[in-house]
């Protein structure tokens, strides 16, 4: 029940309510992301063990909430990947087997016997420009083609008029309707410093556009 004195200090002080309303949603946010930090921790136990798998949560400034998980191998070598809070959401929701879904990206990491840490971001913008030139759009490109050979498909840097540069690709066969799918540069470097494969995100794009267009 709210008092007499109660409403006259909200109307005194009309912040006050709304900063109430700012607490509780932030109160949530952090049991949201609590929350979801503590399934991944029990699905990838699930899949390798209690006391293989640490994990942590940092905020980045532009994605929001990231959560990186280390697996250590029977070796007790250290696999490190890191995950979005939507597609974490995603992927606990969606997913028949949210265990084997999130596991599902140590596989490859783990092939490599010396382990993987996350990789050092680049310290300077000669350092991130041979990233992108040298590492990141070369593997894209080879790696859509590789996914749809022998169909022909275009894959290039462009730069986008809203999100600046991007890497593009498509099917030139498809001459009706959408054809082509672009990710940001940024995004696609953000999943290569998680030890994620920026290639996914164009090839589930282009399997997208196949579906779309009944050739899949």
């Not at 990491?109 to 010396?114: N, R, T, Y």
């Not at 083609?145 to 099917?171: I, K, M, T």
Request: charged share 25%.
């Amino acid at each position: 029940m709210t008092t007499d004195n109660e409403l006259k200090e909200e109307q005194q002080n009309p912040d006050t309510g709304a900063n109430g309303a700012d607490k509780a949603e932030g109160e949530k946010a952090q049991e949201l992301i609590a929350a979801v930090h503590w399934n991944g921790l029990q699905a990838l136990k699930m899949e390798f063990g209690e006391q293989q798998v640490e994990g942590q949560v940092m905020n980045h400034e532009v994605y929001g909430p990231i959560f990186t998980y280390m697996v250590k191998s029977p070796e007790d070598k250290p696999y490190v990947s890191g995950f979005f809070l939507r597609e974490m959401i995603a992927g606990f929701q969606q997913k028949q087997d949210p265990s084997q879904w999130l596991s599902s990206f140590y596989v490859d990491l783990m092939k490599s016997p010396d382990g993987r840490l996350l990789p050092m971001p680049p310290q300077s913008e000669d350092e991130a420009k041979a990233l992108i030139d040298k590492i990141i759009v070369p593997h894209c490109v080879n790696a859509v083609r590789a996914e749809f050979a022998p169909e022909p498909v275009h894959a290039d840097l462009e730069l986008h008029q809203e999100h600046g540069p991007v890497v593009e690709a498509g099917f030139p066969s498809i001459t009706e309707g959408n054809n082509v799918c672009a990710m940001p540069l940024h995004f696609l470097m953000a999943h290569y410093l998680l030890n994620r494969d920026p290639a996914d995100l164009l090839i589930q794009g282009l399997y997208r556009i196949r579906e779309e267009h009944g050739l899949d």
